[in-house]
Nanobody
Framework: QVRLIESGGGLVQAGDSLRLSCSAS????????LGWFRQAPGKEREFVAS????????SYADSVKGRFTISRDNDKNTLNLQMNNLQPDDTAMYYC?????????????????WGQGTQVTVST
């Protein structure tokens, strides 16, 4: 069982940047593709970004392409999401997730392990 813990959320203004991190305990990250999802109040949880086991390939939602960058450090068992030029529509709870996949999944159903989330709030 992989236990995932997110950190780095907060309250920022539009145009600011934040860096989210996700650490793992219980077992190494290495066998898993990793991803970030987000859920705004009253909305479905949606895909943000994902990365393959080795970190060589990533997928992004259209809404964050060019602004967000996902990365991982398998030696440190850490997943990161660099978020630049944040906008009010990015306000949501952000979740880290792990998938037993050899590619970078974009579907929520592919992910088996989830963190508790970290809140990101972007004001105008």
């Amino acid at each position: 069982q992989v236990r995932l813990i997110e950190s780095g959320g907060g309250l920022v203004q539009a145009g600011d940047s934040l860096r989210l991190s996700c650490s793992a305990s219980g077992r190494p990250f290495t066998p898993y593709a990793l991803g970030w999802f987000r859920q705004a109040p009253g909305k479905e949880r949606e895909f943000v970004a994902s990365i393959t086991r080795g970190g060589g390939s990533a997928s992004y939602a259209d809404s964050v392409k060019g602004r967000f960058t996902i990365s991982r450090d398998n030696d440190k068992n850490t997943l990161n999401l660099q978020m630049n030029n944040l906008q009010p529509d990015d306000t949501a709870m952000y979740y880290c997730a792990a998938a037993p996949a050899t590619y970078a999944p974009t579907s929520r159903s592919a992910f088996r392990h989830w963190g508790q989330g970290t809140q990101v709030t972007v004001s105008t």
